[in-house]
């Protein structure tokens, strides 16, 4: 699914791009884009959010 139109880049492409990112300005970089209209940034910061939980949990579960 498209989640920035602008640049038209897909939701797998962000979130491949957003691991490990410390910001939505580096998951852009990282796909060679920047950010036009700015409507899908608050996506965008939501899937490095996800991205953390789930390398939280992995770590979580790795201690365990």
Do not use: H, T, W
């Not at 990112?21 to 608050?42: D, H, I, T």
């Amino acid at each position: 699914m498209y989640v920035c139109i602008c640049n038209a880049l897909k939701d797998r492409e962000l979130a491949a791009a957003s691991n490990d990112a410390r910001n939505v300005a580096e998951v852009f970089r990282r796909c060679g884009r920047r950010p036009q209209c700015g409507k899908c940034l608050p996506d965008v910061a939501k899937l490095i959010e996800n991205s953390r939980e789930q390398q939280n949990g992995i770590c979580k579960l790795a201690a365990e």
